[in-house]
């Protein structure tokens, strides 16, 4: 069952208007602290427990947990932790997954971003029942980040870039108004030269796209700048946001002799820019340092004018990877220690 079907791509896509390019030296950041106020155990037992969270939702009193290893869906009581329903496995049927990235709360319904499945995006109600899928026609883009603005149109990154006028684009528009489907936000220079190895760099092809009231902020792991365009995919700025910790690819990986050791031990030095986060204020953005299995997290967030500039910028270490911004300046990070998982709420301070 489909909740949504679309149309195919049009050959022509929005163009916008010119780009307010907003660049600088690297941003001078604050030292901050996290401050928790939150903490839930999940699960009472082993078996209870997500092998990998990478995203989580709060739809009532129920945490909605994606477990990407395990490919699956856990609700948890919000108050107690306890383990209330599993849905999902890995398949490629209707309701199972294959490479589970994001969720996103529609009401009360759960939609889960595939890359890799046929079902781009599939929607689940909060007991664990299979509803149908959604934008089926973005299944063979790779969707990897999901955003749903304030006119209702759909912003997904995608892994795969597709070809416009204007260069290759990485982001896909699903406007709701007739179906419409524009690209944008260009892929950066930097990704063409590390296309090749595309599959060995873990994350390292898994953009990210977050709605900033009628606006979606965009970007990519091998770049720090953020791409700003409005609900219907217009570019209007691109903001140089970078972080003095950060190390982009080196281009040692064009030398011919590549094996996976040396690949590794050139992704340890390198930073991704993984996630980016919208807030009332501005914005946060998630980077992650060393290799997949011993992964480093760090934090910067920034307030941002209307103009696209970013000011009072902060940054701090996290313990666990950020899944997403909540009401009142609050992060939430899964955090692991001792084999057990927990969900961790902190505050950010903006002062």
Same mark, same amino acid.
């Given at each position: 069952m489909r909740l949504l079907a679309l149309p195919s791509l049009l050959a022509a896509f929005a163009c916008g208007q010119a780009l307010a390019q907003v660049r600088g030296a690297p941003l001078r950041l604050a030292p901050s602290k996290l401050e928790p106020v939150d903490v839930l155990q999940l699960g009472r037992t082993s078996a209870e427990q997500p092998a990998d969270v990478?995203?989580?939702?709060?739809?009532?009193?129920?945490?909605?947990?994606?477990?990407?290893?395990?490919?699956?869906?856990?609700?948890?009581?919000?108050?107690?932790?306890?383990?209330?329903?599993?849905?999902?496995?890995?398949?490629?049927?209707?309701?199972?997954?294959?490479?589970?990235?994001?969720?996103?709360?529609?009401?009360?319904?759960?939609?889960?971003?595939? /890359?890799?499945?046929?079902?781009?995006?599939?929607?689940?109600? &909060?007991? =664990?029942? +299979?509803?149908?899928?959604?934008?089926?026609?973005?299944?063979?883009?790779?969707?990897?980040?999901?955003? /749903? =603005?304030a006119s209702g149109n759909i912003a997904v990154a995608t892994l795969t870039g597709t070809d416009t006028t204007a260069g290759r684009a990485t982001t896909l528009i699903v406007t709701r108004s007739g179906g419409r489907i524009a690209a944008t936000c260009p892929e950066s220079p930097v990704y063409e030269r590390s296309r090749r190895l595309k599959g060995q760099l873990q994350g390292y092809g898994f953009r990210d796209v977050a709605a900033h009231g009628s606006k979606f902020l965009c970007i990519e792991p091998v770049s720090p700048r953020i791409v700003v365009v409005d609900s219907v995919g217009n570019r209007l700025a691109v903001i140089d946001t970078v972080a003095a910790f950060y190390r982009p690819p080196i281009d040692e990986l064009e030398t011919p002799k590549l094996t996976r050791d040396r690949i590794r031990a050139f992704q340890a030095k390198?930073?991704?820019?993984?996630? /980016?986060?919208?807030?009332?204020?501005?914005?946060?953005?998630?980077?992650?340092?060393?290799?997949?299995?011993?992964?480093?997290?760090?934090? +910067?967030?920034?307030?941002?004018?209307? &103009?696209?500039?970013?000011?009072?910028?902060?940054? &701090?270490?996290?313990? =666990?990877?950020?899944?997403?911004?909540?009401?009142g300046d609050r992060l939430l990070v899964a955090e692991s220690s001792s084999g057990r998982t927990r969900l961790v709420t902190y505050r950010l301070s903006r002062r």
């Open positions: 990478r995203d989580a939702l709060l739809i009532g009193r129920r945490w909605i947990v994606l477990d990407a290893q395990a490919r699956r869906l856990m609700m948890y009581d919000s108050r107690t932790g306890v383990l209330l329903a599993v849905a999902g496995r890995w398949g490629a049927d209707d309701g199972t997954f294959d490479l589970p990235r994001r969720l996103h709360a529609a009401g009360d319904t759960i939609w889960v971003l595939d /890359v890799t499945h046929r079902n781009a995006i599939s929607a689940f109600d &909060t007991t =664990g029942r +299979f509803l149908g899928s959604i934008a089926p026609s973005l299944a063979k883009f790779g969707p990897t980040g999901l955003a /749903v =603005g390198w930073t991704a820019h993984e996630r /980016v986060f919208a807030t009332s204020w501005g914005f946060a953005s998630v980077y992650s340092q060393g290799t997949d299995s011993q992964p480093r997290y760090r934090l +910067f967030w920034c307030q941002l004018a209307p &103009t696209g500039r970013a000011s009072g910028c902060k940054d &701090t270490e996290t313990v =666990g990877r950020p899944l997403r911004m909540l009401s």
